[in-house]
């Protein structure tokens, strides 16, 4: 909000304002929104030039002084004109829309974000939760009954066992029979080697 002046702070600022003063060599150029003066005197060194300065409010501590951007750049020479209260007052309007609008935008982005984040969250609960075995019915079964199963059960497999032990003797005795059948007609010499027989050669074909 623009600051209550009354007439005679009035006064005083067009008289701190006016350059018609010959002998003056400081100038009022403007005030901004929180009491803070800006002012322009001669420099000795540059005559052509003009320097700029701010004065703090006396009720403010140095801590707690902010500048507007548009001050900021008018102290440095990049702007030539001084800022007037409206354009100031329409700048705080601008950053407090600015602040409500990116409060607006973050608290959409956030439940966006939560839409889009919950099956995710689901599907992790429910893979996170024990998973139970599936329970199994019980069955009521009759007591004889069972006892023959078992015995036909168990007569089955001795069959088979039995059934086994018999195909493997008789490949054994099978092995045993063939491993002695090349040396039955050969004749053994003194002390048990083979005897040489003598070569008969085998009559020719006719072609």
């Not at 705080?92 to 607006?104: E, F, P, T």
């Amino acid at each position: 909000m623009a600051p209550k002046h009354g007439p005679i702070t009035k006064l005083w600022i067009q008289w701190k304002s006016s350059r018609a003063v010959p002998w003056r060599q400081r100038w009022l150029v403007g005030m901004d929104l929180t009491g803070n003066t800006f002012w322009e005197f001669t420099d000795q060194i540059n005559i052509g030039r003009l320097r700029r300065i701010v004065e703090y409010d006396k009720n403010a501590h140095y801590a707690d002084v902010k500048l507007a951007p548009q001050w900021i750049q008018w102290l440095r020479h990049t702007r030539d004109s001084p800022p007037s209260i409206q354009e100031q007052q329409m700048d705080i309007v601008r950053q407090a829309q600015m602040k409500q609008l990116a409060a607006q935008a973050d608290a959409k982005w956030a439940s966006k974000a939560a839409r889009i984040d919950m099956p995710q969250r689901q599907e992790i609960a429910s893979a996170a939760l024990p998973r139970r075995p599936p329970e199994v019915p019980l069955e009521v079964t009759d007591p004889v009954a069972s006892m023959d199963e078992m015995m036909k059960e168990t007569e089955g497999q001795s069959a088979i066992v039995a059934e086994t032990a018999k195909e493997e003797k008789t490949a054994v005795s099978k092995r045993e029979r063939k491993d002695t059948t090349p040396y039955t007609g050969l004749k053994l010499g003194k002390e048990g080697e083979q005897a040489p027989e003598s070569w008969a050669p085998r009559p020719a074909r006719r072609r």
